[in-house]
């Protein structure tokens, strides 16, 4: 506590001590009543400011509490502070700040009395935000003194990234991808009748729909959907070099999530896949568990997207499928694409940049393009 009161002592404290010390030499020296009554009742003041500081110290209690705890970018969290007197004093002079809000409260408090109060606060980054701990400052009546703590109690908001609607992308599927429909009978899911069509001869006699023969007196057979449901690899590029604009880092995490959203939608497991971490989903009801941990990818890592590409080359086969999502694609990237794309993986490329920067990426889009790599530049 006493260290709490120090800085005071190094101004206020002094001037309130030393007019003290100056009384008291006056009294003695003078010796008439007068000096003497006005020393004590000097004496009296000091003395019970310092009393009612200690004394008072823990009355006031708070609690923090974030009423949004989850949120997208640019929507307002509330926050709640329960401001609370529990001794039978009166508090004449009592202050609140927290780091965020700044300067919260200046009020007075009777004997248990409570007050709530109500704090918004809109979030422009992804991440994780944390509250607190809330400062309390308590004054005596004649604001000679005062004592600071912290609550230590705090409050955590997750701010998700935008969700950019998705409309379609070319998503090659030469194996079984979620549901998106492929063009090879090895593939037909036996669950899931398309139509019905006549018997021709040589059609495998357990594909004979009976209940529809029976009824055009002919033979007919099914039909299945082609389905597919191999997974689907995002490569998110956190190279720290690569993202001197938040606004860049901002936009590549809202495609990201956007796209993770898009494929399990799809029902195609996905996983989004860095230079030290892997998050992984196989349904869109984990969508918002896989949101907490995809938010925590900070741009820190010290690895471009092209060096963990070139594991992902060596062991991919035929039918694999990945999007790349960077700031920044150099010749090295450039190569371990299309050596994705010569194994037959079906491949998504989105550059995310700045807009005065996206003419710099054309040539490199074209070639992309040309060579069947679906690639597109994104303007943040």
């Not at 008072?56 to 926050?79: H, P």
């Not at 979030?123 to 400062?135: K, Q, S, T």
């Not at 492929?182 to 009976?210: A, F, P, Q």
Request: proline content about 3%.
């Amino acid at each position: 506590m006493l260290d709490r009161l120090w800085p005071w002592f190094k101004f206020k404290y002094v001037v309130v001590f030393g007019l003290l010390i100056a009384l008291f030499l006056i009294a003695l020296f003078t010796g008439g009543p007068f000096t003497y009554t006005l020393f004590y009742v000097y004496l009296f003041t000091v003395m019970l400011s310092i009393v009612w500081c200690f004394a008072s110290s823990r009355g006031i209690s708070c609690d923090l509490k974030a009423r949004n705890e989850r949120i997208f970018v640019g929507e307002t969290a509330a926050v709640e502070i329960v401001v609370r007197n529990t001794y039978p004093l009166f508090y004449p002079y009592v202050s609140l700040s927290e780091i965020n809000f700044g300067n919260i409260l200046r009020s007075s408090f009777a004997p248990a009395e409570s007050k709530v109060l109500v704090k918004e606060l809109s979030l422009r980054r992804y991440g994780v935000y944390r509250l607190g701990p809330l400062n309390i400052e308590i004054r005596d009546g004649f604001q000679l003194f005062s004592y600071s703590r912290d609550t230590g109690k705090c409050a955590e908001i997750r701010a998700y990234p935008k969700l950019i609607p998705i409309q379609s992308l070319h998503l090659e599927a030469r194996q079984q991808f979620g549901t998106i429909p492929v063009n090879d009978r090895i593939y037909e899911d036996y669950t899931s009748i398309s139509d019905t069509r006549k018997y021709r001869y040589g059609d495998n006699l357990k594909r004979i729909h009976w209940k529809t023969s029976a009824k055009k007196g002919e033979l007919y057979v099914k039909n299945y959907e082609q389905l597919a449901d191999n997974t689907m690899t995002i490569f998110l590029d956190r190279f720290e070099g690569n993202y001197g604009d938040a606004l860049v880092d901002e936009k590549a995490m809202e495609y990201c999530v956007s796209l993770f959203k898009y494929y399990l939608e799809l029902n195609i497991p996905t996983k989004v896949v860095t230079a030290t971490a892997v998050v992984e989903g196989r349904n869109i009801h984990q969508f918002t568990e896989l949101l907490d941990k995809l938010i925590l990818l900070e741009p820190k890592e010290e690895i471009k997207v092209s060096a963990v590409l070139k594991d992902f080359v060596e062991t991919s086969q035929y039918g694999d499928s990945l999007t790349v999502i960077t700031p920044y694609a150099d010749f090295e990237l450039v190569d371990r694409l299309s050596a994705c794309k010569a194994k037959g993986c079906g491949v998504v490329v989105f550059v995310v940049t700045r807009e005065k920067d996206v003419i710099k990426y054309s040539d490199v889009l074209t070639f992309l393009n040309d060579n069947g790599i679906y690639a597109r530049c994104i303007s943040a």
